[in-house]
């Protein structure tokens, strides 16, 4: 497997990743970059060498010691969080950007707006003195039931 300049990527990725754990990593690469619709072999060697570059050697350390599965999907499901969130908030960003009057409010705005209890005092009040009187029936027809007949 070479790139585009003739370099071997595998001979590259030997040095910094065991050797035992080199099969898995191209399973992974392979899926990753089918995910991601790299179809050429060309694709997929650039992306399996950007991938091992990219990762620090605490990770590799932990390809080496721990089973190489476990260590993938620790790394993979990591990177897609991140992944995620970045994109999450690049579209954030790009809504804010293309209307800015389209902006959520804080929250202590919308707290403001939507609350029944500064909406309507009066309506809450009533509908707890409600409840209150709901509760103290109840109990009273609780502590009726639950006396012996003698008393």
Same mark, same amino acid.
């Given at each position: 497997?070479?790139?585009? @300049?003739? @370099?071997?990527?595998?001979?590259? =990725?030997?040095?910094?990743?065991?050797? #035992? $754990?080199?099969? &898995?990593?191209?399973?992974?690469?392979? &899926? #990753?970059?089918?995910?991601?619709?790299?179809?050429?072999?060309?694709?997929?060697?650039?992306?399996?060498?950007?991938?091992? @570059?990219?990762?620090?050697?605490?990770?590799?350390?932990?390809?080496? &010691?721990?089973?190489?599965?476990?260590?993938?999907?620790?790394?993979?499901?990591?990177?897609?969080?991140?992944?995620?969130?970045?994109?999450?908030?690049?579209?954030?960003?790009?809504?804010?950007?293309?209307?800015?009057?389209?902006?959520?409010? $804080?929250? @202590?705005?919308?707290?403001?707006?939507?609350?029944?209890?500064?909406?309507?005092?009066?309506?809450?009040? #009533?509908?707890?003195?409600?409840?209150?009187?709901?509760?103290?029936?109840?109990?009273?027809?609780?502590?009726?039931?639950? =006396?012996?007949?003698? =008393?």
């Amino acid at each position: 497997m070479t790139d585009g @300049n003739g @370099n071997d990527d595998l001979a590259t =990725m030997q040095k910094t990743v065991p050797a #035992e $754990h080199l099969q &898995t990593i191209l399973k992974y690469a392979k &899926t #990753e970059a089918s995910a991601r619709n790299v179809k050429s072999l060309d694709g997929l060697n650039r992306f399996t060498k950007i991938w091992v @570059n990219t990762q620090s050697d605490d990770t590799l350390k932990q390809l080496a &010691t721990m089973k190489a599965a476990t260590a993938l999907k620790t790394v993979y499901y990591g990177t897609l969080k991140m992944e995620k969130a970045a994109k999450a908030g690049q579209e954030q960003l790009r809504e804010r950007n293309n209307n800015p009057t389209a902006r959520k409010p $804080h929250s @202590n705005e919308r707290r403001e707006f939507t609350s029944p209890r500064k909406r309507f005092p009066s309506k809450e009040y #009533e509908g707890r003195a409600r409840l209150a009187q709901r509760i103290n029936k109840r109990k009273q027809l609780n502590t009726a039931y639950s =006396m012996p007949c003698g =008393m």
